[in-house]
């Protein structure tokens, strides 16, 4: 069946370091991939997304490439601030699917 | 424009009670998610609601039930409460494009205590 795997955290950096979080999948066809963010006490947002192989989503600063070859999904930021605090979780949807199917989330926490 | 509403917004109950959980979609969806997301793990699918009927379903007993009302809001109810049903459940609403899933939007999710 399909699944994510994620790197695992709990991450703390500096503010103005460098983000990578790992993310790799494992599904028939080919999903689309998306990153979801929950800040403290919230629910989900979309983060960003990608429909095929290349696709490259960004948002706020984020960005993460849709690689086939390597079934990955990497989200990087090139400069953290405290806000971007929160956990982070990469999912796909089956081309045959209704559903999101989720890693188990990272947990990033940005120091001042 | 209102989001993805979900009420209550904590519930605790003791093992063997029932509970329902209500949601209310996104203004113009038409398709409503339910997740269970245990503590430290991500979001795992409970089914799916499109026009009044379960369209898909994930590994969960028929102790989880749901129902969707012509106005798109839908109820979650679990029946013979286990202390393992203890955990954050979302609603996530959408259009009914796909599959594959577009863009699904969540709720704060109601909290639900077991003891």
């Known amino acids: 069946g399909n699944s994510v795997t994620q790197m695992e955290g709990p991450v703390t950096l500096s503010e103005e370091a460098f983000l990578t979080i790992n993310c790799t999948y494992t599904?028939?066809?080919?999903?689309?991939l998306f990153w979801y963010v929950q800040y403290p006490g919230e629910g989900l947002q979309l983060l960003l997304k990608?429909?095929?192989?290349?696709d490259k989503g960004s948002n706020k600063g984020f960005e993460a490439t849709y690689r086939k070859e390597t079934t990955s999904f990497h989200l990087e930021k090139g400069s953290v601030q405290v806000s971007d605090s929160a956990v982070y979780f990469c999912?796909?949807?089956?081309?045959?699917?209704?559903?999101?199917?989720f890693g188990a989330g990272t947990t990033v926490t940005v120091r001042a | 424009d209102a989001g993805v509403t979900q009420s209550p917004t904590h519930l605790i109950k003791t093992r063997g009670q029932q509970v329902t959980l209500r949601c209310s979609p996104k203004s113009g969806h038409d398709t409503v998610s339910w997740y269970q997301q245990a503590l430290g793990q991500g979001p795992q699918f409970i089914f799916q609601?499109?026009?009044?009927?379960?369209?898909q379903r994930g590994n969960f007993p028929d102790r989880f039930s749901g129902h969707q009302f012509p106005n798109y809001s839908s109820e979650l109810n679990v029946n013979a409460l286990l202390l393992g049903d203890s955990a954050l459940y979302l609603c996530?609403?959408?259009?009914?494009?796909?599959?594959?899933?577009?863009?699904?939007?969540f709720g704060p999710g109601t909290r639900l205590t077991v003891l």
């Open positions: 990608a429909t095929k192989a290349d």
């Open positions: 609601y499109y026009e009044e009927e379960e369209r």
């Open positions: 996530a609403s959408s259009l009914a494009a796909g599959p594959p899933v577009d863009t699904q939007y």
């Open positions: 599904a028939t066809g080919y999903p689309s």
């Open positions: 999912a796909l949807s089956d081309q045959n699917d209704y559903k999101l199917s």
